[in-house]
């Protein structure tokens, strides 16, 4: 095994992480020829004293599980420990709402996170590193730590909508009677939140047009999209807690699509750092479609149309996100 990757994660005691880090390190990502260094940072003692305690258990069960291609575990709450030489980081941890706390509030708190790791990834992280935002509100985190890690280019950030995309895929297989497999080329537009939009209008099932498929345009308008924008709230009312193992299952997804081209019949949905392309102002970091080439790169599928139905919605998510953008303004270096 010559190979070595360097994959850091943050948030690494919370629940999405413990889905997600066995897998990493198992091979499934990375390959079997690949040796994995987990480089996991969770808050310090001093801010919640059981964090450190949980990631050390975590690790424990890590090293029992073997891997021949894990070969080290660090343990740090140190942003600049856990970024050394990584050469891919998924930012997972991030500050809950707390109770009474304002959207805006929600957003500055963790601004104020992410710029200090998007300064410490750009001080310390391998010069071909590819960073995924999971924590919320993921885009605008992005958009934070992008900006305040700008010694990164651009295209090497991104936030996820790739659980989105799963359950829009999911929720269009099982209404029409198909396998997950034969739904392609959803697309999750603008942001993730309850304002994304799920672009039924160039689906496909089995190759044709999803609307050809689905005929009742009354059930993807008002049943689909609600759905996919509230399927993670109503995941917390049935489970009392947040999806865990679906977003761990996204992230990992995500990264498998960048190091795996995509099949010239398909795209995936990621949130990338604009260059203008539909539209979108540069610098948001906006849902769009991508195609990736295998090597850790994407482009954006260009020239998709949008029917009134969508462009509404579009232009709601947008909006959104150019409010988000507009509260964390003072983090945002010029
Ligand atoms: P969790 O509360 O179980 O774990 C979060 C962990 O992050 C905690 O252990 C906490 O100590 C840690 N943390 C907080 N601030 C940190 C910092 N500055 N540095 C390092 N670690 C820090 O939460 P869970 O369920 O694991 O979710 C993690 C995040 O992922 C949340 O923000 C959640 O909203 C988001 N999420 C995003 C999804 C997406 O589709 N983009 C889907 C599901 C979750």
Known sequence: MSKVVRVAVTGAAGQVSYSMLARLASGEV???????????????????????????GVAMELEDCAFPTLK??????????????????????????????????????NGQIFVGQGKALAARAASDVRILIVGNPCNTNCLV???????????????MTRLDHNRAVSA????????????????IWGNHSNT??????????????????????????????PQCQERGKAIIN???????????????DHVKSLLKPTPANDWVSMATVSKGEYGVPKGLVFGY???????????????LQLDAFGKTKWDLTLKELLEEQDAVKELLPS
């Open 289 to 303: 479609p991508c195609k990736t080439d295998g090597a850790g790169n994407y482009s954006i599928v260009e020239g």
């Open 145 to 159: 730590a992008y900006h305040n890690g700008k010694d990164i280019p651009a295209e090497r950030w991104t936030a």
């Open 30 to 56: 990375f390959g079997p020829n690949t040796h994995v260094i987990l480089q996991l940072l969770e808050i310090p003692r001093s801010v919640n004293p059981k964090a450190m305690d949980a990631l050390e």
């Open 172 to 187: 269009l297989a099982v209404k029409s009677g198909v396998t997950n497999d034969a739904v392609t080329c959803m697309t």
């Open 72 to 109: 080290e575990i660090k343990v740090t709450d140190d942003p600049l420990q856990a970024f050394d030489g990584a050469n891919w980081v998924l930012l997972v941890g991030a500050a809950p709402r707390g109770p009474g706390m304002e959207r805006k509030d929600l957003l500055t708190k």
């Open 196 to 225: 994304q939009y799920p672009d039924f209008t160039n689906a496909k099932i089995n190759g044709k047009p999803a609307t050809e498929v689905i005929t009742d345009r009354k059930w993807l308008e008002t049943s689909f999209v």
């Open 238 to 252: 049935k489970r009392g807690l947040s999806s865990a193992f679906s977003a761990g299952n996204g992230a990992l």
